[in-house]
């Protein structure tokens, strides 16, 4: 059985690995300054975790309006004490990502909305991208980045899963979490579907699912859709 939220000790290792790894998010960064994340923007993240890709992206666009919320009271305890201890204002709020519940005031709002590494955890795709979807105003675009099942890697793709598992730079403890990730995580096709099903109800004008590796050697897949202008 999938458990979604990352809690206790493990989201206190999960903080620990992140937040001493910060070029692991140069490539999610990368993909959102191309997706046109400019400062002033409003940016919501689905599934934040402990905070390190706000720190991150608050340094270096420091007037965003970013929103990280996440399933994890303990995640979100995390966060918010990072946050502050690196001097940041930054809100985050506890919530379900497969629901709009709590974020009824950003719908329509956000220029960008975006999820890293958390969506193969999740029971229910298609809503999680109906919510992302939701939230963006006409025009706005989402992205999500996240595992797949091993069974769609190439051939290359599994032998840098491997080596990238076999470095174990962190505790064992997050050590299995990311090997079990991969092993629970949605098809591409599952992906595909569950955007596609979501974007049928909010109407997009681009739409893109892709795999390639996450700058560190993990296969991952890429979702991008933009909601159809106004
Ligand atoms: C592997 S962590 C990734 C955290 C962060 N996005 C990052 O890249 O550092 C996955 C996060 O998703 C959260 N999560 C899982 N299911 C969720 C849900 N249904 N709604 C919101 N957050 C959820 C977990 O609690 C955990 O913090």
């Known amino acids: 059985m999938k458990i979604e939220a990352i809690t206790g000790s493990e989201a206190e290792a999960f903080h620990r690995m992140g937040s001493q790894a910060s070029h692991r998010y140069d490539e999610f960064?990368?993909?959102?300054?191309?997706?046109?994340?400019?400062?002033?923007?409003?940016?919501?993240?689905?599934?934040?975790?402990?905070?390190?890709?706000?720190?991150?992206?608050?340094?270096?666009?420091?007037?965003?309006?970013?929103?990280?919320?996440?399933?994890?009271?303990?995640?979100?305890?995390?966060?918010?004490?990072?946050?502050?201890?690196?001097?940041?204002?930054?809100?985050?709020?506890?919530?379900?990502?497969?629901?709009?519940?709590?974020?009824?005031?950003?719908?329509?709002?956000?220029?960008?909305?975006?999820?890293?590494?958390?969506?193969?955890?999740?029971?229910?795709?298609?809503?999680?991208?109906?919510?992302?979807?939701?939230?963006?105003?006409?025009?706005?675009?989402?992205l999500n980045c996240s595992f797949i099942h091993p069974s769609d890697f190439d051939e290359s793709g599994f032998r840098a899963w491997v080596t990238f598992l076999n470095q174990r730079p962190w505790d064992s403890e997050m050590q299995i979490v990311w090997a079990l990730a991969h092993h629970y995580a949605p098809r591409l096709d599952d992906y595909r579907e569950a955007l596609a099903q979501a974007a049928r109800e909010t109407p997009v004008s681009e739409q893109r699912v892709w795999i390639d590796d996450q700058g560190y050697g993990v296969p991952t897949v890429k979702c991008f859709a933009r909601r159809a202008a106004a």
Do not use: W
Not at 78 to 92: D, M, T, V
């Open 29 to 142: 960064v990368d993909l959102l300054v191309g997706a046109g994340i400019a400062d002033g923007q409003t940016v919501v993240d689905l599934c934040c975790g402990s905070g390190e890709l706000e720190v991150i992206l608050s340094s270096r666009f420091p007037s965003l309006n970013l929103v990280g919320v996440d399933l994890s009271e303990d995640m979100v305890r995390i966060a918010r004490e990072y946050a502050a201890e690196q001097g940041k204002a930054l809100e985050f709020r506890h919530g379900d990502a497969q629901l709009l519940a709590g974020m009824e005031d950003l719908a329509g709002k956000a220029d960008l909305v975006v999820s890293r590494n958390a969506f193969h955890r999740l029971t229910r795709l298609p809503a999680a991208f109906d919510t992302m979807l939701r939230l963006a105003k006409p025009g706005g675009a989402v």
